[in-house]
């Protein structure tokens, strides 16, 4: 079966307040985009990988490949406003029948062969394979009133991405209109009516949104290499 990934990197990225794009960002020698694209390639030679950006990146993109000479086959796509048209743009450019797509975030350079593996695996067999790690830390609700109380965290999961899915059930869950608890594509094969298949996660496999995130992907970066 074919294998697809989209990688998407459409966002602003305003939560990391940098003067560059934040996937443009260079950890540890390479800008971190390219250290997920390069993940992806290393999990399969064969898979087809779509990179979905802003439009007014795609010209800094092209020249960053050609200064650190970045040869990683890829198709470009033009992103969206939100994260949900970002995928469903991704999606509209792969053209098969039939296939595996693992949606991942840009900015989740500290992603395992193994994790990848997985996730295909399993959405081979149950269709869908959402990424996801248990709580460390206690949580407590808020309520409208402002009261707190403590929730049982064991029956809270963490998501990540991947999530992968098989291509036709994709496309029918992105044909919905889209909503504002749409925050992965989880929310959207759910909302679709396709039960969710968690596989595990890895602590390490962060997504980088603020500063500091940026030196544990150092860190993280050079423990894997
Ligand atoms: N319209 C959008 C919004 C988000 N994303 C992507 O979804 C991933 C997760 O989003 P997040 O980390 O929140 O990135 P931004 O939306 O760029 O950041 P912020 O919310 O701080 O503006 C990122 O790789 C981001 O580029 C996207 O492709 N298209
Ligand atoms: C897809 C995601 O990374 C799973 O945790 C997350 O939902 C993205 O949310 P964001 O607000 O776009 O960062």
Known sequence: MQEYVIIVAGGSGSRMKSNIPKQFIAVNGLPILMHTINAFKSYSSNIFINVVLPKEQLTSWKELCMEYGFETDHQLVVGGETRFDSVKNGLGHISGEEGLVAVHDGVRPVISTEII?????????????????????????????????????????????????????????????????????????????????????????????????????????????
């Open 117 to 225: 593996k997985n996730s295909f695996t399993t959405a081979l067999i149950s269709g869908t394979a959402v990424t996801a790690v248990a709580m460390k830390d206690s949580l407590r609700q808020i309520s409208a009133e402002g009261k707190n109380t403590a929730l049982d965290r064991s029956s809270y999961r963490l998501v990540q991405t991947p999530q992968t899915f098989r291509l036709d059930w994709m496309r029918t869950a992105f044909s919905q209109s889209y909503q504002p608890t749409f925050t992965d594509c989880a929310s959207v094969l759910e909302s679709a009516g396709y039960s969710i298949h968690l596989i595990e996660g890895a602590y390490e496999n962060i997504k980088i949104t603020t500063p500091e995130d940026l030196r544990w992907a150092e860190i993280y970066l050079i423990k894997n290499t």
